[in-house]
């Protein structure tokens, strides 16, 4: 922030340097800053209160959030971006895209950790998501409503709904892979192996 001299704020604001002076005194306008030689020193922030001036805020962003879980989904992630874009597009929103990679129950990712800063930071308008299992996959109330604290929306593009079957098999999938990833050896080979049979069985359920 920006400081001015007794001589140079007095200037600005059409005021003598004894007006100040006096103010400081009667306690009307303290300086922001006085050196141990006793001069003051006022601030930028007390230069646009006296003369009314608001400090402009940038407008807040629409931003479009996309993860896979895996470097190995590129193409899926591609997929999912150029749909988040098109919808975003249509809408007329002005958008940034911010690309995620990782697990849906990992909360220290990058882009996501960028993204809730902007959030708290009041530079968020709207998050547009593809899938609400896309944004997180556990705690998704509790994010959203951090966002309405800070006047953030959340806009889900697909909403349909999952059976409950679907979401507890998604869900623990998701957890076991997690927690194989963890494993070496042999140990992790029963664990992919477990996953893969139990997919499997579930689509033979389903079908």
């Given at each position: 922030?920006?400081?001015?001299?007794?001589?140079?704020?007095?200037?600005?604001?059409?005021?003598?340097?004894?007006?100040?002076?006096?103010?400081?005194?009667?306690?009307?306008?303290k300086p922001?800053?006085?050196?141990?030689?006793?001069?003051?020193?006022?601030?930028?922030?007390?230069?646009?209160?006296?003369?009314?001036?608001?400090?402009?805020?940038?407008?807040?962003?629409?931003?479009?959030?996309?993860?896979?879980?895996?470097?190995?989904?590129?193409?899926?992630?591609?997929?999912?971006?150029?749909?988040?874009?098109?919808?975003?597009?249509?809408?007329?929103?002005?958008?940034?895209?911010?690309?995620?990679?990782?697990?849906?129950?990992?909360?220290?990712?990058?882009?996501?950790?960028?993204?809730?800063d902007m959030?708290?930071?009041?530079?968020?308008?709207?998050?547009?998501?593809?899938?609400?299992?896309?944004?997180?996959?556990?705690?998704?109330?509790?994010?959203?409503?951090?966002?309405?604290?800070?006047?953030?929306?959340?806009?889900?593009?697909?909403?349909?709904?999952?059976?409950?079957?679907?979401?507890?098999?998604?869900?623990?999938?998701?957890?076991?892979?997690?927690?194989?990833?963890?494993?070496?050896?042999?140990?992790?080979?029963?664990?992919?192996?477990?996953?893969?049979?139990?997919?499997?069985?579930d689509s033979?359920?389903?079908?």
């Amino acid at each position: 922030m920006k400081y001015y001299s007794i001589g140079e704020f007095a200037k600005l604001i059409g005021k003598s340097q004894q007006t100040l002076r006096n103010w400081d005194k009667n306690n009307v306008l303290k300086p922001a800053y006085v050196a141990p030689s006793g001069f003051r020193y006022y601030s930028e922030e007390q230069l646009h209160q006296i003369l009314g001036i608001k400090k402009a805020t940038p407008p807040k962003k629409v931003v479009g959030y996309c993860r896979v879980s895996s470097r190995k989904q590129k193409d899926e992630l591609e997929r999912q971006v150029e749909a988040v874009r098109t919808y975003m597009i249509a809408k007329g929103y002005s958008f940034e895209i911010i690309e995620d990679i990782g697990s849906g129950i990992n909360y220290t990712k990058k882009g996501l950790s960028r993204l809730i800063d902007m959030v708290c930071n009041h530079e968020v308008e709207k998050i547009v998501v593809l899938y609400k299992d896309r944004f997180v996959r556990f705690g998704f109330e509790l994010i959203e409503q951090i966002c309405q604290r800070y006047g953030t929306e959340i806009e889900i593009i697909d909403q349909t709904e999952k059976t409950e079957e679907q979401e507890l098999v998604e869900d623990l999938v998701q957890i076991i892979t997690v927690f194989s990833c963890k494993l070496q050896g042999k140990r992790a080979n029963r664990v992919k192996k477990m996953i893969r049979e139990w997919l499997e069985d579930d689509s033979v359920h389903q079908s």
